[in-house]
């Protein structure tokens, strides 16, 4: 998974070198603000990631929990 956020991060890192160029900025300008958009991107898709992730495992720990629980024979009284 992080190789997809880096890669999707550097991919929007060329886009801004692009379109910041295109502006006509001087080039410390233009690998300045596309290195921090690049760094934005990638903290915020690790972050929207990482809880995707935490919500998937809950989840599925409760899923897993709820049928031992209603398995036959889990029980004290069975």
Do not use: C, P
């Not at 006509?24 to 934005?40: C, H, Q």
């Not at 991107?41 to 629980?69: A, C, P, Q």
């Amino acid at each position: 998974m992080n190789k997809i956020i880096l890669q999707a991060g550097l991919l929007v890192f060329f886009f801004s070198v692009i379109y910041f160029t295109q502006k006509g900025l001087a080039i410390e300008s233009i690998l300045l603000n596309s290195f921090v958009i690049f760094v934005m991107l990638t903290v915020l898709l690790s972050v929207i990631v990482i809880g995707l992730i935490k919500s998937i495992n809950k989840n599925s720990f409760e899923k897993i929990n709820r049928y031992t629980n209603d398995l036959a024979g889990s029980n004290k009284n069975e």
